[in-house]
């Protein structure tokens, strides 16, 4: 249940329908929406959909206000089992018996929409009410977010009257189209587990090895790249080396860097580049399932390749911003 006081931090969108709320109320509403989640406990049945893709999950999550818990099982596709307590991520993998365990700051997962805190992007949406809904058997007000420039899609999102949980979310394109959906299927505002329980289990990993570290952190500039002109919105969260796309063993000389404006994040790879693996890809992007694309570029010995939940052209934009330094 969500605890006496939290919903007065989730701020009501109270405008008349069809006017739109400048940055600084976008950000207070954003702030408002996370700050509700940790208070709430519920568990209920996640579903998501990007194109022909489908996807569930059952979800269970505990907040006292100080710490958030949520445990996550795939219904779906790798059975896996994940906890993520505050930003920490352990994820169990029954099949190699490997617990896998990350740090995931900076990148807050549903319903945790706001992604990166004071992030310079939530100033290219605008906030706009629109009407009352119902999700999962609860009531919800529907908002939009809505950005003002061409390299970010906007959202329609559901958020529980009372509680101020995000419980469905609409990712849609220039055209108002339904990209991704993402919502609960059933949901149960209790959790019948305690956030001490659900830590226990988490830290239960016996029958199970641990795998290594994750890889080094780093910067675009420290591995002899720029990226000028910078992409509006979009800031650093994290750098890491020895990462790449081919799935073949990671390069050191490869890197992953993130990018996010607060909602949506762009995942850029680099890494030398493999005539076997990467030509045949050349002729055949963009790539796109739901909201999530994909665009590639050879530059010298280098192969490039950005992902996210963002238009094509941002992708574009980011990969010719990347040059080698001299």
């Known amino acids: 249940m969500l605890a006496g006081g939290a919903l007065a931090a989730v701020p009501a969108v109270t405008d008349l329908e ?15 929406i996370n700050e509700a989640t940790r208070h709430c406990a519920y568990v209920g049945t996640f579903v998501v959909k990007a194109g022909n893709f489908v996807s569930s999950s059952r979800i269970w999550h ?4 100080h710490e958030q818990i949520e445990r996550i099982q795939a219904l779906t596709g790798t059975a896996r089992t994940t906890f993520r307590l505050d930003d920490k991520v352990v994820t169990f993998l029954p099949s190699s018996h490997t617990v896998v365990s990350e740090t995931g700051e900076g990148l807050g997962a549903f319903p945790s929409l706001l992604k990166l805190v004071n992030a310079s992007g939530i100033n290219f949406y605008r906030l706009r009410r629109v009407g009352p809904g119902q999700v999962a058997g609860f009531d919800a007000d529907i908002v939009r977010l809505i ?30 189209n339904v990209l991704e959906q993402a919502a609960f299927a059933d949901l149960q505002l209790t959790a019948p587990l305690t956030l001490s329980e659900l830590k226990a289990q988490m830290n239960t990993t016996q029958g199970y090895q641990m795998a290594p570290a994750g890889q080094p952190a780093t910067t675009i500039d420290k591995e002899g790249w720029d990226m000028d002109p910078q992409v509006p919105g979009f ?3 994290r750098c890491e080396k020895g990462r790449n796309t081919g799935g073949l063993g990671a390069d050191s000389r490869s890197v992953q860097c993130i990018f996010s404006d ?11 580049f493999d005539a076997a693996r990467h030509a045949r ?35 574009s934009v980011f990969l010719q911003a990347l040059e080698r330094k001299n």
């Open 62 to 65: 505990v907040g006292d206000g």
């Open 18 to 32: 069809g006017s739109q709320a400048a940055p600084a109320g976008v950000e207070q509403w954003l702030t408002g």
């Open 235 to 237: 800031d650093p969260v």
């Open 281 to 315: 890809l050349l002729g055949h992007h963009p790539l796109a399932m739901g909201a999530t694309h994909m665009r590639v570029r050879q530059l010298g010995d280098w192969w490039l390749t950005a992902v996210g939940e963002v238009p094509p052209q941002t992708l």
């Open 262 to 272: 607060g909602l949506a994040s762009v995942s850029v790879f680099i890494e030398p």
């Open 147 to 176: 950005p003002v420039d061409p390299l970010r899609f906007g959202y329609r999102i559901w958020v529980e009257k009372r509680t101020g949980l995000v419980v469905k979310l609409e990712t849609l394109d220039a055209h108002d």
